[in-house]
């Protein structure tokens, strides 16, 4: 089966971003390979090695995000144009989430009910990544 998982980019702080969605999804933190511990870090350039290039969360059900820092030389414009939506099956674990992402973060829209879920909500955590909340999602 074909799963899409969002890749998350950040500017040098990836594992700081990665550690806290651990905490903050109820999430398992399985890589975070920095250019250090890379089977590559030889032929990187020092300013490359404390970067992340890739770590992997898995999350209660079996969703992953993946996430990396990009490189030192390139240009960072942040997360621009999509948002991470997560689905919880209750309103209590929706607005936990909720709570804990928005730590630090912006709300952009309050918890509060929807056609689509008994409630929903979104906001930019403090890494700039923007999240879209559902709790007990309804048919329409």
Not at 33 to 48: I, L, N, R
Not at 63 to 75: E, I, K, N, R, T
Not at 115 to 129: C, E, K, S
Request: with cysteine; glycine share 10%; proline share 8%.
């Amino acid at each position: 089966m074909t799963q899409a998982i969002a890749y998350l980019g950040f500017n040098g702080n990836c594992a700081d971003a990665m550690r806290f969605y651990e905490r903050a999804l109820n999430g398992k933190l399985e890589v975070l390979m920095s250019g250090a511990d890379s089977p590559m870090a030889e032929q990187m350039p020092p300013q490359f090695l404390h970067r992340i290039l890739h770590a992997r969360l898995v999350l209660p059900g079996g969703g992953m995000l993946y996430a990396g820092d990009c490189p030192a030389d390139q240009p960072f414009d942040g997360i621009k144009g999509v948002s991470i939506a997560v689905d919880y099956p209750t309103v209590d674990e929706a607005e936990a989430v909720f709570a804990a992402l928005a730590d630090g973060g912006q709300v952009t829209m309050p918890m509060q009910p929807a056609f689509w879920a008994r409630r929903w909500g979104m906001l930019i955590d403090r890494f700039g990544t923007p999240w879209i909340v559902n709790g007990e999602l309804l048919p329409f």
